[in-house]
């Protein structure tokens, strides 16, 4: 079936974390002037579209994610006329801009809640999901970013209990209520009369909720995703969202749907429905843990192979209906290279720019996080001090209280944690990365001064940056890496991801070694075709025959076949 062509389909996704990205007033924390004095770098990378984590006014206890007020900007980002001249410098460069929208909760400090904690009578009382305590202790419901893991937070005022699935001052909005609806509505329409060009809804499975709150089902097994992901009335939110406000205007739209298969995948987004545009699935971010104890490396490493079939049967999912999002990181997990591909020094380089070669001929909009153009990688803490982020923070004294041993946590939050993917961007090799004139609130990767920095790379012109570049580039200049069917090839080789793209008579063929050894390989299907190298990260040929090829370690190559 033919997909219809539109600009959030061709375009390609930039995410900036706001805190980590330049700080202009000298206050070691990123702010909205500086992302408007580093327009310039962004357009020059050939991105479309900005995707900016929240800048709404917040105290900060994640990160932002706990907004205390929709219609404000944080102090420490900046004002409202900042946010309003960014907006404006961006569409001056054909830049479209999409913000997060944080509607499962609130902060404590949001008025709705203020008011609704005070009496049980309170007009926003409804606002959350209280349980009262003369009917005893509410049923288990587990808490992200709780020290005790419990997402029900005993307030004395009322004697209730109120919910929330992340900390303790991010309390569940409840969307059963119409009122709640109506105001995110309203809210909603506010941003994008100003112009903004989408939303990222952050947990967005999370808002429905069954409201009698029944007992955790006996086959509960620690990972509450299933029981609490994709509520009854999930559905009929989005699509009363679709229809009062997103259908309005011609802008894009990607859910964060941690807990949705594949098998639900259309009910978001297939086109008829009339919800959303892309989702985010979690099954790659799981990859490489323990289970479904999702902050737990998995001991073994994860394979090729499964990886693979993981995109594959993504790529399949959405072959008819609907429309994927590729992505590697995000603000949510460690760095790209570090995790999918090798930052050692020796493989740095080709990893890095191997893992931009595939996110950018794969079908399905490529996100990139700040950062990875130049193959940013993991800072790997030592010390519990290091961290800033409330999700290692609080799990720490969690673990602590239940005597786990705190070493193998630092180690395993080494590879794992969020604070890996905030480190400040790294823009030159000055003291503070060219980042901030002060100490920054995270602190920054000592390898800013290697050449793991934009100035260096800029004048480097094999550098990850510019062959970041050169990609982006070659799949404007290719539609059919945009809409071209996939199709994998070579699925139980364990050292290269090798696939086809092609759409009427324009074909590709793209080889991607996970290896860091040589790899060889024989494409009989090849046999009559002419292969043309349109680009590759490494000097060397990796053409042998008409159909052998040798590919050194993490060696990409994308060829146009005719
Ligand atoms: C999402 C965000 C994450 C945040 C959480 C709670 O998963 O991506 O950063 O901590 O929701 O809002």
Request: contains cysteine.
């Amino acid at each position: 079936m033919e997909l219809a062509r539109t600009w959030w389909k061709e375009g390609i996704v930039y995410q900036i974390y706001p805190r980590s990205f330049q700080d202009t007033t000298g206050n070691g924390i990123g702010d909205i002037q500086g992302i408007i004095k580093r327009l310039d770098y962004i357009k020059s990378l050939g991105v479309d579209i900005i995707w900016l984590c929240p800048v709404y006014k917040s105290p900060n206890d994640d990160n932002g994610y706990d907004i205390s007020d929709y219609r404000n900007i944080m102090e420490e980002f900046g004002t409202m006329s900042d946010f309003d001249s960014l907006l404006e410098e961006m569409h001056a460069r054909d830049l479209k801009l999409v913000m997060d929208l944080v509607v499962n909760h609130t902060s404590d400090e949001h008025h709705w809640f203020q008011e609704s904690r005070k009496s049980r009578e309170n007009p926003y009382r409804d606002y959350y999901h209280w349980w009262p305590a003369e009917k005893g202790t509410p049923p288990k419901r587990f808490s992200y970013f709780d020290v005790d893991g419990n997402a029900w937070k005993y307030d004395e005022l009322t004697d209730s209990y109120y919910l929330h699935y992340f900390s303790v001052k991010q309390p569940d909005l409840k969307w059963e209520n119409p009122k709640v609806r109506q105001e995110i509505y309203d809210m909603m329409h506010f941003w994008f009369k100003k112009g903004v060009d989408g939303f990222r809804m952050d947990v967005i499975p999370f808002i429905s909720k069954d409201i009698n709150y029944p007992e955790l089902p006996a086959e509960y097994n620690g990972n509450f995703v299933p029981f609490y992901a994709n509520g009854p009335k999930l559905h009929d939110y989005l699509h009363e969202m679709n229809q009062e406000v997103l259908s309005k205007y011609d802008i894009m739209t990607v859910g964060e749907t941690p807990g949705v298969a594949r098998d639900q995948a259309l009910l978001f987004v297939d086109e008829e429905r009339k919800e959303l545009n892309m989702f985010f699935h979690f099954e790659l971010m799981s990859l490489d843990r323990d289970g479904d104890e999702v902050f737990w490396m998995r001991e073994d490493k994860w394979k090729l192979t499964e990886f693979k079939k993981i995109h594959s049967d993504w790529d399949e999912t959405f072959a008819e209906k609907g429309w994927g999002s590729m992505f590697l990181s995000n603000h949510d997990n460690p760095r790209t290279v570090s995790r999918w591909g090798n930052d050692s020094p020796q493989h740095w380089h080709n990893s890095a720019t191997m893992l931009h070669t595939f996110l950018l001929t794969m079908k399905g909009t490529p996100y990139f996080y700040y950062g990875d153009e130049i193959g940013m990688s993991n800072i790997r803490f030592d010390t519990i001090d290091d961290y800033q982020d409330i999700n290692t923070l609080n799990r720490y004294e969690l673990l602590k209280q239940q005597g786990v041993d705190l070493d193998t946590f630092i180690e395993n939050e080494k590879e794992a944690s969020r604070d890996n993917g905030r480190t400040p961007m790294q823009w030159d090799n000055s003291e503070n990365a060219g980042f901030s004139g002060a100490k920054p609130w995270l602190k920054v990767h000592p390898n800013h001064i290697n050449g793991l920095n934009v100035a260096e790379q800029e004048k480097d012109k094999d550098s990850v940056l510019n062959y970041f570049k050169k990609m982006v580039q070659l799949r404007k200049d290719h539609l059919g890496l945009v809409y071209g069917d996939y199709q994998l090839l070579l699925k139980d080789n364990e050292q290269v991801y090798a696939y086809t793209r092609s759409m009427d008579d324009e074909n590709y063929l793209i080889l991607l070694s996970f290896s860091e050894e040589k790899a060889n390989l024989e494409l009989d299907d090849l046999a009559s075709s002419t292969l043309d190298l349109l680009i590759s990260n490494d000097s060397h040929v990796a053409l042998k025959g008409s159909i052998d090829f040798e590919l050194n370690p993490y060696q990409a190559c994308v060829y146009k076949l005719s």
